[in-house]
């Protein structure tokens, strides 16, 4: 037979290893194990790999840094470095600049600076535990301090209700104010809070009032729903929107289901005197300006007819505010133009339709910037706004 050449190249795992390692692996590891070589079989060299990749595997860094025990020391206190970390929290935390004046901040510093020793912040769990066990303290002692037995929100047609009963200690009637609004997140709420006469002494009156109820409404705002959330002995302040006097009629249904008495709704209801004097507001502003209030649904369905014969000085002030505070491209804009007529820069204030006098205010901003040409603004923040739009068409086309 002819001698296999030495130098013949074949696979690691090539069918003669493998029939070594099947057929004759001890006597081929004895012989490596004699001649100092290395075993090739297929077996031998997978574990060989093995533990080369567990020898690589860097399994924590942690032996590679060395442990630095936090300093005992406490820092030193001084006005610098107490300003220095307020500072910091108030950034930190993004606290508007005026947090610090807030009576119970001032409070908190002020208890925490007469401590004895370090001053240990609650947790997160901490403080969630300690907010819920001081509305439960707070409630019970609410509760005591009006007499009430029966204080408590509970459900009817799977509809929270807050029912109390006149308190003895109380000389005249538990009255209430509440309200409903949806949150930018679109969640519903219900909040009642309770007003009454305490008579501290014979010839000491005084008013007190209290949060009494915080429901989610996860349902619409109809008259019923709120009714049905709402559940009193006294009088009740409201807007005048329809669906409060609906709720109204609802509440004294229940009132009649639960005591057996007569709720004269004609009586009984406060109609909001800041709502009615909104309501005439409006109708007065209305004989003066067409214009529409903003609305982000609507980008130009506030802006005023500048072709008219009369011009709209209320729409056309709204208009020029929109612009002026919808970038911050024109924000810099109007302030330049302040400051080129000699104005003081201020920023415009918008109105809005629910809210009281805020035309007013508006108007009062507008007419402290009257050295400035409101033609001027309106063109210039005009100009700009189209330029927007045409950059923004260009770049929808070509993407």
Known sequence: AKKPRSDVIVDEHSTKRRHLQSAHATAYRKWAKENNFESRLPCDTKKKREETAEQLVQTSVNDHFQTVSPEDKPTPYTDE???????????ETNQPI???????FQKMIDIASR????????????????????????????????????????NVKGFPQIVFQQSPL?????????DSWTAGNGDGFFAVTGHWI??????????????????PMNTSHSGVHLGQALYKIGHITCDNASNNDTMLDEFANCYRFKTGKIFDVAKRHIR?????????????????????????????????DLNAPDRDEVGLIRAITVKARSSSQRKELFKTIQIE????????LLDMKVRWGSTHVMLLRAESRKKVSVMQIFRQLSVLFSSDRKSTNLSSNSA
């Open 170 to 178: 109380v000389g005249g009637e538990i009255s209430l104010t509440c």
């Open 98 to 104: 005026q947090a610090f004046d807030h009576p119970k």
């Open 341 to 348: 007529n000699k104005v003081p820069p201020r920023q415009l």
């Open 272 to 304: 909001c005197l800041a709502h009615i004097i909104n309501l005439a507001t409006q109708a007065l502003i209305s004989t003066r300006s067409k214009a529409k209030y903003y609305s982000a649904d609507s980008d130009d369905g506030h802006l005023p």
């Open 115 to 154: 401590a004895t020793r370090d001053v240990k912040l609650p947790s997160r769990k901490q403080t969630r535990k300690e907010i819920i066990r001081q509305f439960k303290t707070q409630m019970t002692a609410l509760k005591e301090r009006l007499n009430v037995s029966d204080f408590c929100f509970f």
């Open 81 to 91: 470095t107490f300003k220095q970390a307020a500072i910091e929290w108030l950034i």
């Open 198 to 215: 305490e008579e501290v002494s014979p010839t000491e009156w005084v008013e007190r009032e209290a949060l009494f109820g915080f429901t």
